[in-house]
């Protein structure tokens, strides 16, 4: 799941087709660790993206806003990339500056205004934060146990699973905006609905997650622990594992989309290395050596036969990124 922009307008290859801003990729190296045309596939839970132009990994929200603030001085285009999972890569990989958000730190829970909350940094992982909060005795995320993204990726995707969502628990979240200015932004005012936020509907351009404020409630840590136990043993029965970007489409109102993709015959239908999951229809898979291009073809064929068929748009839930589908 990325954390924080769209993805980026793409534009030509640059300085004899490498793409690479030399100068661009010594001063972002001065941040953090930076290198170029680092394949993507190695970052995204598909397995499958072509090449960044740089590639920077940062550990802290103040590098995550540095190195956005470096990339945009020189005009380049700026993606972020949290855990790799909701995304799926071009063939042909990305342009300008891929920022790798490995910033993790977190700090509570402590009580606060009346109720308790923490502050996780955007690069941090929502399962791993969920499965530590229930063992420490905190509730309200046990939902997040098995969602693979990171913080800022479920701010900005509103992500839920087993009747919960980011929202139900996020309080506010500092912001890193178009203009260079830091602001601390309370949830309402980020509209989140189903899957959908000011970031997703383009109400926030240029805007980064940098960190977020969350509320637990107080619990028993055995119930907690055996509650996502339940979770795991119910996820596990019903979605498949291998590499996945997760739920391909949302679900269209009042339906499924797994039910749509499986009444019009592509359960188990594949182009080349892409196949749609056997156990779950609204699970994509990389079976062997798929592309992007094999992938985007499977999801045009499953969006064509539910429009045909039940005259409904599915809306894809796994964004694409980059160049090559």
């Known amino acids: 799941m990325s954390g924080a922009l769209q993805a980026p307008p793409q534009r030509e290859r640059r300085h004899g087709?490498?793409?690479l801003d030399a100068d661009l990729l010594q001063r972002l190296s001065a941040i953090a660790p930076s290198r170029a045309d680092e394949p993507?596939?190695?970052?995204?839970?598909?397995?499958?993206?072509?090449?960044?132009?740089?590639?920077?990994?940062?550990?802290?929200?103040?590098?995550?806003?540095?190195?956005?603030?470096e990339a945009r001085a020189a005009a380049a285009p700026v993606f972020i990339l949290g855990s790799g999972s909701n995304i799926l890569v071009g063939d042909r990989g990305v342009r300008g500056v891929v920022i790798d958000n490995q910033a993790k730190d977190i700090e509570g829970p402590a009580r606060r205004d009346g109720a308790w909350l923490l502050r996780a940094e955007s690069g941090a992982s929502f399962a791993a934060l969920a499965r530590r909060l229930a063992k420490d005795g905190y509730g309200g995320f046990?939902?997040?146990s098995g969602i693979p993204g990171s913080v800022g990726g479920a701010v900005v995707y509103n992500a839920g699973a087993y009747g919960g969502c980011a929202a139900d628990v996020l309080r506010s979240?500092?912001?890193?905006?178009?203009?260079?200015?830091?602001?601390?932004?309370?949830?309402?005012?980020?509209?989140?609905?189903?899957r959908n936020s000011i970031f997703t509907r383009g109400e926030c351009d240029g805007c980064v997650v940098l960190d977020a404020t969350l509320e637990v409630v107080p619990g028993d840590a055995a119930a907690l622990v055996a509650r996502i136990d339940a979770i795991d043993a119910e996820r596990l029965s019903a979605q498949p594992r291998g590499r996945t970007g997760g739920s391909t489409f949302k679900n269209p109102e009042g339906r499924r989309a797994w039910e749509l993709i499986d009444a019009v015959g592509l359960r188990g239908h594949r182009i080349g290395d892409?196949?749609?999951?056997?156990?779950?229809?609204?699970?994509?898979?990389?079976v062997g050596a798929a592309t992007a291009a094999d992938v985007s073809a499977?999801?045009?064929?499953?969006?064509?036969?539910?429009?045909?068929?039940?005259?409904?748009?599915?809306?894809?839930?796994?964004?694409l990124v980059g160049e090559g589908f």
């Not at 779950?280 to 898979?285: A, V």
């Open 40 to 69: 993507l596939a190695r970052h995204t839970t598909f397995g499958i993206g072509g090449p960044a132009d740089i590639f920077v990994t940062v550990r802290s929200a103040d590098e995550l806003a540095r190195a956005v603030t």
């Open 17 to 19: 087709g490498t793409g």
């Open 142 to 144: 046990e939902w997040a």
């Open 274 to 286: 892409a196949q749609i999951s056997t156990l779950h229809c609204n699970f994509f898979m990389n």
């Open 298 to 319: 499977l999801m045009s064929e499953a969006r064509r036969r539910v429009k045909e068929r039940f005259g409904i748009d599915l809306q894809n839930e796994v964004a």
């Open 173 to 194: 979240a500092t912001l890193l905006r178009a203009d260079g200015s830091r602001t601390a932004t309370p949830a309402a005012d980020l509209k989140l609905t189903y």
